[in-house]
């Protein structure tokens, strides 16, 4: 029997949404009781981003959020992007990129450290937090409506028998539950079939977002410096860029982003990202430096057109579990915070009214008068229009924001990342160096640095709906393309002593998180579920 406990609000997931849906309940009235759970280890420990971040939305919500010590601390003093060829690079003039690569006002961040300060700030309000405790299940009370979650059970053994260990979960019943698990969020996916909340929306897509964080020799750092690129080494057809963010001392986040809607299946996102290091143009940040940290994690890139209806009975969704990310603009983090806010504030209305477990109607109205939802109605076709390709879509581009200012009377539309691929047949293999171990390296090295653990006795995290599929279609067809686009080693095709009788091998203790897999599988195999609460990475600086 689980034990259970009752709130006035549950929110799941401790990124900058539900933190800050947590905040501005308790601004709006301190006797909300609020419960906050988040599946990492500690506070920040699984986010992941860029990050240069818009303060718009952080100043709404804390206005003295300098007094109070937020770690905004490297305000962007330049803004460079370049069109990369194999040898060769080209600025472009910064009279000509649009608005959605001028940074000025904005800062260079940890959002990892800006969770955590989030964190405190909830906390000194009476937020209860409780990272370390995964939303295992969505819970229903007799009319449907979600009444809450419960968290997993931990000490089961991989054979789905308790432990000596064993301890059941806990359900955490409220009036009102919020979902704000980021990117492909495991029980938002089941949220969205439950109450049909992609009904009449394009589907989601995506890319995955592969960094490193780096300290240079101090004559190559240049505080504030924000540099993006496209081009090499992706092929023209498939969409994609880097960044390098100077921040902090001597330090720079560098990053590759691809649209997991590419089709050769034998593209690996890792690769070409260590691929990009090596190119002129960038590798001499890196000489004499030291890398210190790893992650990855797949960012929802579909826009307004591929958002799903954002409330249901008895809940809502917020931040990146509903896909508020601003793709044109490569930022997420103040659409999260303005989005738990929203949710906060027709939550404090419901319940101030005597309501709870009805649909906070509110909340979408509110959004659609924001001016978050302005800002992500003219990025609407920049995706599309990059799916074309690297140069024509840059050109389109640059006609929408430049020209039309992001007011085309039409909308693209989206079609589904795991569609994309072809036959591995009708595609060429990519050749991709060995790593050097100064300036590129390769998978396991890298998930060292991540900080990733995870208990090996326990149900693998990482389901197939068909044990045969991995063998019988994608490798079949696709050359196991799961081998490639998993940027931490889990997936594996291994044969006998013979060399023959393939199977896939699972090697989920690698896992960072990213839910690639679940994005990319070409038949939605894979199914990614919560593990263990506290497992996974634990990202320090990131």
């Known amino acids: 029997m689980r034990e ?22 308790k601004q709006l ?6 419960c906050l759970i988040d599946k990492g280890s500690e506070v920040g420990a699984h986010i992941l981003s860029g990050a240069v971040m818009d303060p718009r939305a952080l100043t709404e919500l804390i206005p003295d959020w300098k007094e109070k010590g937020a770690p905004l601390n490297t305000a962007v003093t330049e803004d460079r992007f370049y069109l990369l060829s194999e040898t060769g690079s080209r600025k472009v003039p910064n009279f000509l990129l649009p608005d959605c690569f001028q940074n000025h006002g904005n800062f260079i961040v940890s959002l990892g450290q800006v969770t955590r300060w989030l964190g405190e700030q909830a906390e000194a309000l009476g937020v209860e937090i409780y990272p370390g405790f995964a939303g295992a299940e969505v819970l229903y009370d007799e009319n449907g409506a979600v009444k809450g979650v419960a968290t997993g059970d931990m000490g089961v053994g991989r054979d789905g028998q308790p432990t000596a260990t064993y301890q059941p979960g806990m359900e955490l019943h409220g009036k ?18 439950r109450f049909n909340l992609r009904e009449g929306v394009d589907p989601q897509t995506y890319g995955i977002g592969i960094k490193e964080l780096w300290e240079i020799k101090p004559e190559l750092f240049r505080a504030g410096l924000v540099m993006h690129s496209a081009g090499w080494p992706l092929a023209s057809d498939t969409y994609g860029g880097a960044f390098l963010y100077h921040f902090d001392e001597n330090k720079v986040a560098v990053g590759f982003v691809v649209g997991l809607g590419y089709s050769n299946p034998y593209l690996s996102p890792f690769e070409e990202f260590q691929r990009f290091k090596t190119h002129p143009e960038i590798r001499t940040f890196f000489e004499g430096g030291k890398r210190i940290a790893y992650g990855a994690r ?20 917020i931040g990146d579990d509903a896909g508020f990310l601003n793709a044109s603009r490569i930022k997420g983090s103040h659409a999260a915070i303005k989005t738990g806010a929203l949710a906060a504030e027709a939550i404090a209305d419901a319940l101030a009214s005597g309501r709870q477990r009805d649909e906070l109607n509110a909340y979408p109205e509110k959004f659609r008068a924001s001016w978050l939802h302005q800002e992500l109605h003219k990025a609407r076709n920049f995706k599309p229009y990059m799916s074309i390709g690297t140069y024509i879509g840059a050109i389109l581009v640059g006609i929408d924001q430049l020209l039309l200012k992001g007011k085309a009377p039409w909308t693209l539309h989206n079609t589904a990342d795991h569609t994309k691929l072809k036959p591995a047949a009708e595609c060429k293999s990519i050749d991709y160096p060995k790593p050097d171990g100064v300036l590129t390296f390769d998978r396991l090295s890298s998930v060292f640095l991540s900080n990733t653990n995870h208990e090996e006795d326990q ?11 991995p063998i019988t279609l994608n490798l079949a067809q696709y050359d196991a393309p799961e081998q490639r686009y998993c940027p931490a080693g889990v997936y594996e095709i291994v044969k ?20 690639t897999c679940d994005i990319k599988d070409p038949s939605q195999n894979i199914n990614w579920v919560t593990p263990q609460g506290g497992e996974g990475p634990i990202y320090q600086g990131m």
């Open 496 to 515: 006998d002593e013979t060399g023959n009788n393939p199977r896939l091998q699972i090697n989920s203790q690698n896992c960072v998180h990213c839910k």
């Open 29 to 34: 009235n301190p006797d909300i009781n609020v």
């Open 4 to 25: 259970s406990m009752e709130f006035d609000v549950v929110i799941v997931g401790g990124g900058p949404a539900g933190l800050s849906a947590a905040i501005r309940l």
């Open 459 to 469: 149900p693998c995290h990482l389901q197939l709906k068909n044990a045969d599929t």
């Open 298 to 317: 797949a960012i929802t890139a579909g826009g307004i057109q591929s958002l799903p209806k954002i409330v249901f009975a008895g809940g809502a969704l």
């Open 176 to 193: 009102y539950t919020l979902f704000a698990e980021g990117c492909r969020g495991h029980l938002g996916k089941q949220l969205e079939a």
